[in-house]
């Protein structure tokens, strides 16, 4: 358990679908985590209004974005994640004043080490939802669903696979 509530086996989760939605095997699956006080809202805010979306990923929600370590995003792509995806809010909205400006600082450093790991910085996205977005949540989606279609499954994934 780390100090903002998630768990290894929070993050150890995505490698199944959850939520009852059909999903074929070879689709890509992406997690995708969510400031408890903006994102989450626009996620809450997208199927409210029934805005359609691909079922490929796994939402976990977190209280600040400012508290998503690398390690969180690596082990997403440890456990089987094709992509990942940090959404917070808005700058100068963030609940906890500042967490939105630490989270943009932490995911330039994110980035490199993605591409000196061979996963590929196009494999991570980060963005600013706020509660009202359901559509933009919607549309962050589907985005990198067809960013991630297009690149393939992830090559740790295949790594782990040929190692056992």
């Known amino acids: 358990m780390y100090i903002d509530g998630t768990s290894d086996s929070t993050i150890d989760s995505t490698s199944t679908n959850q939520g009852g939605n059909s999903m074929a095997e070879d689709d890509v699956k992406i997690v995708m985590f969510c400031c408890n006080w903006c994102s989450y809202g626009g996620a809450d805010t997208a199927g409210t209004a029934r805005m359609q979306y691909p079922p490929n990923v796994r939402v976990i929600r977190v209280m600040c974005s400012g508290r998503i370590e690398p390690q969180f995003i690596f082990k997403a792509f440890h456990e089987g994640a094709d992509g990942v995806i940090v959404a917070g809010c808005h700058h100068g909205d963030c ?70």
């Open 95 to 164: 609940h906890y004043d500042a967490g939105n400006y630490k989270l943009d600082r932490r995911m330039r450093l994110i980035y490199k080490l993605a591409d000196e790991m061979g996963i590929g910085r196009e494999r991570i996205h980060h963005d600013w939802i706020s509660a009202s977005e359901g559509e933009k949540f919607a549309n962050t989606i589907k985005m990198m669903v067809s960013r991630i279609q297009g690149l393939g499954k992830s090559p740790l994934k295949k790594q782990l696979t040929a190692e056992a």
